[in-house]
Each structure stands twice: as structure tokens, then as C-alpha cells.
């Protein structure tokens, strides 16, 4: 068992806890995006009581030539471990699980991680499963975890085989701000508050990101070890992801992602962009992206009726993602020849205009924390979201970072930013012209909020422009 840190998921363990004490037996999924520690939540939970037996296989990642067989094996091999027995070989999935009833007490714990890379090879792996629980009477929980979210949904939560049989899911989001802070400081980290959102800005709050950092580096130079050396965990992990993932089908996903990194987009923006045939495939696609966490789908809306538009918007949600695809992969070649290792990172072009929609993509994924600081309620809210409002013969275009409507008729536009100067004071005619190109019903109100880290300067901090002028700082503490 990992030894590592663990912070957070405090209402998961709370739900698991209240299905244990149960004491009978109940099936759980936990999905969620690679690395954001499904299995360790699982295994944190066993840790709570010393009478849990914490049973746990792992599926082989899909490499080319691994078979139904290597799946069965490396479950055996895991058993064989945790028993203390010598190897034993299953033929069959029923003889596995059958063997591993031999072994089971009330009260015990069963991981089935990875359970797509486990199952996929073998047709009669789920049936078998399936038939396998039906006969379980004994206190005992199971828990199936995935990074393939798709074939779980597939598979598990829509398949007949466990209709009505799935006591409790639950879909791991990354680290809150001020849990992703506390992790790092936890680490050793000692930051300022514009070092930790740029590291935060770069991984979000995915535990095994965050926990690569090193405490005895400053923040910089961790982002030059991770992100611009050669073999760096993040210039490597994309390929990864999408190997094991998507298992052959990258390439598609990947250009998909690649027309998204420069903003949100439509479906037939994206369709005309990659140049897809007219097909249903490519919103599945979509589909299969925004289950597996990297993107996000919001439809866009009528402030008069609040109904959703014909279209939405798609956009990259995962802040690593587009980091990679809008910095790391751009600089592939310079990074394969060791081109940043006497470089700064504020001599890449742009790469403070890089960290400020980082900032927002980081932010965009804590909208509790921003509806907290202007005391609005969730169910006051009509719609929220990133607004687009497209350019036509009778309106102007224009994008707002984060727009809130509210049941009273109020617009709130919120601006993100994300720099190292204090902000000068024409922030104000900034979103001032924004604003102005809104369109909006009459008797609506157009209220400015300003999300900063950086300090604004007198002129703006005692303007009345602005509703709330927020520094994000306050996030990193917490409650």
C-alpha cells in the first residue's frame, strides 16, 4: 500500500462508510480521469479499520499481443501474492473468482482496478462476473474502478448484466485549489502564491501530478524537469494516456483535442476543422472525451427563456491537456535536442498569455469557490458558464470568461486575471467594451466581477465599477 498523501475526498470515504455499515453486500463504481486515484481512495478506505481485508488486482495495460490468458494470469499472480501460496493458473474467469470466495470474510474489501484492461479480451468476462456476484451473501464490498470511462458506462453501468445491482457510484474530480495547496505544502513545497497557481495551472488537481513535484527545486525549475526534458513525466504522458485509453483510436481523439486548444468550438467548427466526414461518430467521439474528463460540453443559452441553444460549445477542461498541446508539443523538437535546459521559461513567447487561460481552465474547474466569493447560491443560478456570444449583421461577438445568470435577471460577468504586474486601471474600459457588445433583454442587469492574484492598482480597487473585485490568493487557505 502506497504511503504517499492523501488529502480531500473527505464526502467519498463518508458515502463508502455508510454503505459498509451496512453489512451486506454492495457493488461500487468509481470512475474518473487516469491518475486521479480511484484505486487510492479505495485503499485509503480499507486503511480506516484494521478487521477490513483489502483485496486488490489490477488489469495489464492493453499492449499489443496481451491476451484474455495474461489477464487471467496476473489476476492469479496477485492472488497467489496476497495468500502466500505458490503460482496457480485460471483457465477460466469463474474458476479465478470462485478460488477468491474460498478466501473471502465478511467485512472484506475487493478491488477490481483497471476492470476495462482486465475484461476486454474476453467476451465472457463480465457474464461470469456478474454470475459470480448474484451468489455473494456475505457482508463484503466490490469495487470496480476505470480510467475507461466509456466501457464502463458500456459495460457496467448501462449493461443489463448489473441493471439495478450497482449499490454506489461515484466520479473522482480532481483536487479542489485550496486541497491541491494544502497537498503541495504537504509535499514540502514552499511557494509564493504566483508559483503555486502556476504549477496548479499546469496539472490542475490530479494527485499523482502533483505529487511529481520536488520541494527541494524551485517552481520553475520543477516545470522544466516535468515539462521541457526529454524523458520529463509530462512531455511523456499524453502518449500514454491516449495508448492506453482510446487503444488505437488516439490519432482521431488527438486531432480532435488539437482543433479545441485554442478555445472552445462547435461541433460542426470542430467537424470542419478536422475535416470529419458527416457522420453520428464524431459527437459519440465527443461523447467518449467528455466522460473520460479532458473535455467539456456546455450549451449556450437564451437569457430571455434560458433555454439551451441548438448549439453548445465544446472545450479542453483538463488543464494539463491543453498545456501539453498548446506548449509542450509545440516545443517537441527543441525539448527532444535539451533546447530549455539553460532557458528560462519567461523567454517562451507567450508564455505568460499560456498560464493566464491555464489560470482559467483551473478556475472554470472550482466555479464553487468563485460562487462562494459572490455569495451566490447554486440554486439561484438560471445558467453559468463561459459565454460566446457569435458575431452576426446585427450584433457583435464577444467572449466572457465565466457568465452567471441569476433568477433576479442579473448578469454577471466575471474576467480572470492571471499576471505578475498589479492591474492597471484600464481593466475598467477592458470589460467595459465587453459589456457593451453583450446583448441582452431589457431589465437586465450587467454586474463586472474581477477574479485577479496579481493586485489591482488604487484607481480600481476604489472604483465602484466593479461588484466584487476578488484575489484569488484567498483560495489557497481554504476554509
Known amino acids: 500500500m502506497s504511503n504517499s498523501i492523501f488529502i480531500g475526498r473527505k464526502r467519498e470515504l463518508e458515502q463508502l462508510e455508510a454503505l459498509y455499515k451496512k453489512k451486506t453486500p454492495n457493488l461500487i463504481v468509481v470512475k474518473g480521469r487516469r491518475r486521479i486515484g480511484k484505486s487510492r481512495l479505495i485503499e485509503?478506505?480499507?486503511?480506516?479499520?484494521?478487521?477490513?481485508?483489502?483485496?486488490?488486482?489490477?488489469?495489464?495495460?492493453?499492449?499489443?499481443g496481451i491476451s484474455a490468458q495474461e489477464q487471467r494470469d496476473n489476476f492469479a499472480r496477485g492472488l497467489a501474492l496476497m495468500l502466500r501460496i505458490p503460482p496457480i493458473t485460471f483457465h477460466d474467469w469463474s474458476d479465478a473468482f470462485e478460488h477468491l470466495s474460498l478466501h473471502i470474510k465478511p467485512g472484506d474489501i475487493v478491488l477490481l482496478d483497471e476492470i476495462s484492461w482486465m475484461g476486454s479480451k474476453d467476451l465472457s468476462f463480465i457474464p461470469k462476473l456478474k454470475a459470480w456476484w448474484?451468489?455473494?451473501?456475505?457482508?463484503?464490498?466490490?469495487?470496480?474502478?476505470?480510467?475507461?470511462?466509456?466501457?464502463?458506462?458500456?459495460?457496467?453501468?448501462?449493461?443489463?448484466?448489473?441493471?439495478?445491482?450497482?449499490?454506489?457510484?461515484?466520479?473522482?474530480?480532481?483536487?479542489?485549489?485550496?486541497?491541491?495547496?494544502?497537498?503541495?505544502?504537504?509535499?514540502?513545497?514552499?511557494?509564493?502564491?504566483?508559483?503555486?497557481?502556476?504549477?496548479?495551472s499546469i496539472v490542475g488537481g490530479v494527485p499523482w501530478y502533483l505529487e511529481q513535484f520536488n520541494p527541494n527545486v524551485t517552481a520553475d525549475d520543477n516545470i522544466k524537469q516535468l515539462a521541457f526534458e526529454k524523458t520529463g513525466l509530462l512531455v511523456t504522458e499524453f502518449d500514454r494516456i491516449f495508448h492506453d485509453l482510446f487503444n488505437g483510436k488516439g490519432s482521431t481523439y488527438k486531432r480532435i483535442l488539437d482543433s479545441?486548444?485554442?478555445?472552445?468550438?462547435?461541433?460542426?467548427?470542430?467537424?470542419?476543422?478536422?475535416?470529419?466526414?458527416?457522420?453520428?461518430?464524431?459527437?459519440?467521439?465527443?461523447?467518449?472525451?467528455?466522460?473520460?474528463?479532458?473535455?467539456?460540453?456546455?450549451?449556450?443559452?437564451?437569457?430571455?427563456?434560458?433555454?439551451?441553444?441548438?448549439?453548445?460549445?465544446?472545450?479542453?477542461?483538463?488543464?494539463?491537456?491543453?498545456?501539453?498541446?498548446?506548449?509542450?508539443?509545440?516545443?517537441?523538437?527543441?525539448?527532444?535536442?535539451g533546447?530549455?535546459?539553460?532557458?528560462?521559461?519567461?523567454?517562451?513567447?507567450?508564455?505568460?498569455?499560456?498560464?493566464?487561460?491555464?489560470?482559467?481552465?483551473?478556475?472554470?474547474?472550482?466555479?464553487?469557490?468563485?460562487?462562494?466569493?459572490?455569495?451566490?447560491?447554486?440554486?439561484?443560478?438560471?445558467?453559468?458558464?463561459?459565454?460566446?456570444?457569435t458575431k452576426t449583421t446585427t450584433q457583435q461577438g464577444c467572449q466572457i470568461d465565466y457568465l452567471i445568470q441569476t433568477k433576479t435577471n442579473t448578469l454577471f460577468i466575471c474576467e480572470f486575471k492571471f499576471k505578475r504586474r498589479e492591474i492597471g486601471g484600464d481593466i475598467i474600459a477592458e470589460i467595459q467594451e465587453k459589456i457593451s457588445r453583450l446583448k441582452t433583454p431589457k431589465g437586465f442587469a450587467k454586474v463586472a466581477v474581477l477574479f485577479h492574484l496579481s493586485g489591482v492598482a488604487p484607481a480600481v480597487a476604489t472604483s465602484s465599477y466593479f461588484y466584487r473585485i476578488v484575489d484569488i490568493i484567498d483560495f489557497l487557505e481554504g476554509n
Not at 485509503?44 to 499492449?63: H, I, M, R, V
Not at 491541491?180 to 497557481?197: E, H, T
Not at 535546459?341 to 478556475?363: K, R, Y
Request: with cysteine; proline share 4%.
Open 260 to 337: 479545441l486548444k485554442d478555445g472552445a468550438r462547435t461541433l460542426s467548427e470542430i467537424r470542419q476543422s478536422i475535416e470529419f466526414a458527416h457522420s453520428g461518430t464524431l459527437s459519440q467521439m465527443m461523447d467518449h472525451l467528455v466522460v473520460a474528463g479532458f473535455v467539456i460540453k456546455q450549451s449556450l443559452w437564451s437569457f430571455k427563456t434560458t433555454k439551451p441553444l441548438k448549439q453548445s460549445l465544446y472545450r479542453i477542461s483538463d488543464p494539463y491537456m491543453r498545456f501539453y498541446l498548446k506548449v509542450i508539443e509545440p516545443n517537441s523538437g527543441a525539448i527532444a535536442e
Open 339 to 389: 533546447g530549455f535546459d539553460q532557458v528560462s521559461l519567461s523567454t517562451i513567447p507567450g508564455f505568460e498569455t499560456h498560464m493566464g487561460l491555464q489560470l482559467e481552465a483551473l478556475l472554470l474547474q472550482n466555479r464553487h469557490l468563485l460562487l462562494q466569493k459572490l455569495g451566490i447560491s447554486p440554486v439561484d443560478i438560471v445558467r453559468s458558464g463561459p459565454y460566446r456570444q
Open 134 to 200: 448474484d451468489k455473494q451473501t456475505v457482508h463484503l464490498l466490490l469495487v470496480f474502478c476505470g480510467s475507461v470511462s466509456t466501457w464502463i458506462e458500456e459495460n457496467i453501468l448501462k449493461s443489463t448484466a448489473f441493471f439495478g445491482r450497482i449499490n454506489l457510484t461515484i466520479s473522482l474530480e480532481p483536487l479542489s485549489i485550496p486541497e491541491s495547496a494544502k497537498f503541495l505544502r504537504a509535499l514540502g513545497m514552499q511557494l509564493s502564491a504566483y508559483d503555486m497557481y502556476k504549477l496548479l
Open 44 to 64: 485509503e478506505f480499507a486503511k480506516t479499520s484494521s478487521t477490513k481485508t483489502f483485496w486488490s488486482f489490477a488489469g495489464l495495460a492493453p499492449e499489443d
